[in-house]
């Protein structure tokens, strides 16, 4: 998905004037406008978060962006996969996707990772407890860096780079999944997933904030993830007229 | 009962080879000879066909060589020379399947079928300056650990002839890091012949060796071409004497 | 040689992987490299954890000190020898003793053959299946071995009780598995980035950190008292269950992606 959008946009950038394309970005910043002054302004708080239930307002932050966290993963995975079963010639590029995904991923982490202990320190008292779903998001964000850290020691060889990293990957997938689907299960947790996955605790206008939030959020990793491509073109480019 | 069948298949085919390379040293009986390529026309005589196409190699943005094509057949011993640096070790490599070129490729073609990387190792037999042996490891355990992962058996009158052919009899129970550079030379040599692959890929063959030891690969090599079941060399070398040894296959110019 | 001897008979990797592990095997009991290495680490950070944690032994130190030598009693002594914290603590410290002992170690299989050259002629004889098989198995072998060295030592040093015996072996088997098996493909990885010792911590210690946690709660519920039997079973099972599959999981996913580690 976001790579045929990429590729439409690096074309069209280099025959068209570059505002071609910039209707759906403009429509990703009025879109965020909205989720901020919604978060604070439209939607009402969700039970279970207090009296007023104004502690689940971090929520339109944080879901996104560890929503995001673990699609980044995904969306390295699939370049990951597909790079170490596409023929060696002149696939650095899915490599470079990869990267990028993983990246952007660390970012989304920390965000999480912040809007997260912000959300703890105000509805448990402490900005960090050690409640396995904390741990856990530092764990990605460990993993995260450890695919980044892999890539920067690799960073004269870029073919070696390209396939140990995807490797890793891989592997790293493993801990990754088991963060995401058998920690909450397994190990005690005072997150509050079930409380706002009950439809009861939430208005109708709460969750249109939220599913705006995270579409906006998704159009956000988009968007960024088509300017990094660019910019690895560019030096590619560069260099191999070089 | 199918593994069976292919470790009978398997020996045979050894003993053959081997029994092969007898012939060319020792000029033995008629009819032995006979009876051996009855067994191994089935089987071992098949022709291989060695192809470069159009291979490129870059080492970060530096291209070491540029669309190289040239192809060997069953019979042959090919020289690679060129300078210091010009890729020759690279191109081995890439050759043996060890690396993969940038772009183009190397084939191995036996009977129209192409092979696949596994068995095209599994038909080389390499000696290069960049592989060694285990300094940890005693000359014949080496020798019989890598025999074993070629499926052959090693009993010790396998070793000892081995060892010999070489010029190590009687080191075999030393441990290879107090083996001399030339004795350890000597060893790969050993290690290469191993089940006697039809494919013998040589770089810098004569590498830290005495006189003798010159005489010893120039032996090698002539008999790994005299042999009648369908072998070949490729040797890159810059040694005036051992490029005599064959026809020229390719000059490597060095990149910049 | 004829093309039925080719490396891709399923026999002949098992064939490979059993002459690389006794290979490395004979290599090791000859060198012991790697088993002096982990082994000393262990004890060493064994060491450094009996001096860390005096503080936690003080106070009993000192009300003996004052006391006459005949009314000393062994609960005295006991109690100063081992520190005072909950058993499923002392299982999370001889872990990350384990887990240090590992990555100290367990590098050396692969990084030796890189370092040495070795690699090539591997690489020409042996299928990649292979090599991760037997590889796996040597460093299993020598996981295994220094965690039956090191468990009654630290267990007589601490005081770390075994709670149930079979469950307490099965947790102890299911994180050598977890643990060997992160430290292998690791290894390779790291092995293969040439920059090796730091770089082997830095991308193992994640995703072993998640084995950690599992294992953790595994130790918190194998030392916990349950009134509800039933429930304690149960729970029981889902823990060492999921260690079990994370060993299982990271071995599939090491033996579908090493090849693309070995070949370069």
Known sequence: MADTTAGVAANSKSQVP???????????????????????????????????????????????????ASVCYFVGMYFSVIYLFSSKRSTLEIDAKAAISMELGALFCLLATITGSIFAGIQWGVFWNWDPRETSIVITLLLYSSYLILRGALNSNPTKRANLSAVYCLIALVPQQFLIWAVPRILETNHPTKVLQNSGNTSPDYRLILWCSILAFTLLFIWLFQLRLRAYRLVAKKEAAR | MRCGIIEIENLSVTKTVCGVLKQVNQEESDTEKAAQDGLSASSSTRRIHVCLNHVSHRFGGRTVFDNLSASISSGQTGIITGSNGSGKSTLLRIIAGLLEADSGDVTFETDGSYLDTQMRRHM????????????????????????????IKADRAMLVEALTEVGLRGRGRDLV???????????????????????????????????????????????????????????????????????????????? | MKASTGPNDASNWMAQARCLFLKDLRAELRTRVAINSVGLFAFSSLLLVALATRGLREVMTLRMLDLPIDIIRPADVTAAMFPAWSAASKMGLLWTLLCF??????????????????????RLSMSPAGVYTGKLAFNLTLLFAVALLVTPFYMGLTGMQAGNWPVFLTLMLAGCIGLGSTATIVAALAAKARGSGALFGAIGLPIITVFLMLLLNAAN?????????AAHTIKTVQDVGGLISFGILLISVSAFTFRFVWEE
């Open chain 3, 101 to 122: 002992a590992a990555f100290a170690g367990l590098a050396h299989s692969f990084v030796h053959e890189e370092e040495a050259g070795t690699v090539t002629a591997l």
């Open chain 2, 177 to 256: 890091g107090g083996y001399s550079s030339g004795m350890r030379q000597r060893l790969k040599y050993a290690f290469a012949l191993l089940g006697r692959p039809k494919v013998l890929l040589l770089d810098e063959p004569t590498a830290n060796l005495d006189s003798d030891g010159m005489a010893m690969v120039e032996r090698i090599v002539r008999c790994h071409q005299a042999r009648t079941d369908g072998a070949l060399a490729i040797v890159a070398t810059n040694e005036p004497r051992e490029t005599s040894w064959g026809e020229p296959l390719i000059h490597l110019e060095r990149g910049e």
């Open chain 2, 124 to 151: 080389i037999g390499m000696v290069a300056p960049d592989l060694t042996l285990y300094k940890e490891l005693t000359g014949a355990e080496n020798l019989t650990f890598f025999a074993s992962l070629k499926g």
């Open chain 1, 18 to 68: 570059p505002m071609t394309g910039a209707w759906w970005k403009l429509g990703t910043g009025f879109l965020m406008i909205f989720v901020i002054y919604g978060a604070f302004f439209i939607a009402k708080g969700a039970a279970g978060f207090g009296e007023s239930g104004d502690k689940a307002r971090a929520v339109f932050f944080h879901v996104p962006s560890a929503i995001l």
């Open chain 3, 221 to 229: 519920t194998l030392y916990s008292d349950s009134t509800d039997a």
